[in-house]
């Protein structure tokens, strides 16, 4: 029997990016564009009479905020986005923005040369529109009277600060991985470690210039310190370290202290930044002083090394499939054996310091 093929709408206020997109979607055999719309209230009408898998979604329109009316859809209508991007400071900080309203992911187009540009993107953009349709989406909260609907009630951080750790070892480090859905998910849990935690190594899979302001966003919200790596610094405990777009993030030894090791070596699993390329530097390194975490994803990016970390002598902990938009490195991670613990994602940050402060007394000196 023949799949149904995923019925996409395509939302965006230039003519040349809407028929690109549509031709690009119906090139393939297993979706169609159903429908296109200029403008937010056409595209509400047309959500509501076609009834789509996945919309790909302008976050700038002059005409409209994409943001505003990602923010009413997910409230209301709780729908697979996949934001179309421009690589700019400012559609950086807007698709953050995005990701946190409820959108599946986002592609990033060029500001020149629009019509080569999306056409180069064209798998990128079919690959993204296949995983939105099977990801989990969340409702958004209805806002109370008066709150912007994702805002966050400055009081909410101050009452809920996680209470220091005190002496734990700057031989720990505490290493993650995400695709798919993990700007929220690594949002989630570094929000609940606190300031003196050890040095957290991240990799989400992002192009460049979006890292930046993704670690911008996490320093505005986390009690610890959050920035891109930067190639040869120290890794500090109290800081997390997001691996750069478009390059891969890896971890070495300098006497006593960990490094940071940013190059520009081809793509591993397809990815660049790659979780397998961090993860296996980690179990190299750290050992039993290690703590993996395995967050939402698409794909088995980083899951052998995790078993390397694990077999190594480091304790991991990875997201459950109701939690996750997309439970793909996670399943990979556990059928590679490479979990201690399979945890709802409100639960990883708890469970982490746990074990940190359980073991803080029994610090694994590597000889």
Known sequence: MLKPKIRVIVV????????????????????????????PLIAREMIRELNPDVITLDVEMPRMDGIDFLGRLMRLRPMPVVMISTLTERGAEVTMRALELGAIDF?????????????ELATQIVDKIRVAAVAQ?????????GVAAGAKPAVARLSAVPTLLGRVSTEKIIAIGASTGGTEAIREVLTHLPADCPAI???QHM????????????????QMTVKEATHGERLL???????PGGKHFSISRSGANYVAVVDDAPPVNRHKPSVEVLFKSVAANAGRNAYGIMLTGMGADGAAAMREMRDAGSYNLVQDEATCIVFGMPREAIAHGAADEVLPLPQIAQALLIKLRGGSDQVHHRI
């Open 12 to 39: 965006d206020d230039s003519a040349l990016v809407r028929s690109l997109l549509a031709e690009i979607i119906n090139r393939q055999h297993d979706m169609e564009c159903i429908g296109s719309a200029n403008d």
């Open 107 to 119: 592609v990033a187009k060029p500001r020149v040369g629009v019509a080569n540009g999306l056409q």
């Open 137 to 145: 989406v969340h409702r958004l909260p209805v806002a109370p009277h």
């Open 201 to 203: 190594v991240i990799t």
């Open 207 to 222: 192009p460049p210039g979006f890292t930046t302001s993704f670690a911008a966003r996490l320093n505005s919200l986390c």
């Open 237 to 243: 405990p109290g800081h997390a370290y997001i691996a």
